[in-house]
């Protein structure tokens, strides 16, 4: 069974920087697409990130437009882990973030398997 696991969370000071790490087992980890998603307290989940498959060494990553130029997502096959490295951090990243895996690359997924999220705190 395919089972994703996040880390990596924590409480940070606003400007700060923590790399978030989804570790995928019981499947197949380079055919398939993965993103990140965020969900604050009172708040839907929303789209953060995503990085494509590659049949060759050529990715494609997308990124929300409220983290552009703060997060980058990557990927390492080999250790069957998609990282979100997260910089200048606000306290409105505060949220509970989510790794997924997807068919499809692209944001809009669908997504068939979710983490169980890793806790982000940033203060001000």
């Known amino acids: 069974q395919v089972k994703l696991e996040e880390s990596g969370g924590g409480l940070v000071q606003a400007g700060g920087s923590l790399r978030l790490s989804c570790a995928a087992s019981?499947?197949?980890?380079?055919?398939?697409?993965m993103g990140w998603f965020r969900q604050a307290p009172g708040k839907e989940r929303e789209f953060v990130a995503a990085?494509?498959?590659?049949?060759?060494?050529?990715?494609?990553?997308v990124v929300a437009d409220f983290v552009k130029g703060r997060f980058i997502i990557s990927r390492d096959n080999a250790k069957n882990t998609v990282y979100l490295q997260m910089n200048g951090l606000k306290p409105e990243d505060t949220a509970v973030y989510y790794c997924?895996?997807?068919?499809?690359?692209?944001?809009?997924?669908?997504?068939?398997?979710w983490g169980q999220g890793t806790q982000v705190t940033v203060s001000s």
């Open positions: 997924a895996r997807s068919r499809n690359n692209g944001r809009n997924g669908p997504y068939d398997y």
């Open positions: 990085i494509s498959w590659s049949a060759g060494s050529i990715y494609y990553a």
């Open positions: 019981g499947g197949s980890f380079s055919n398939y697409a």
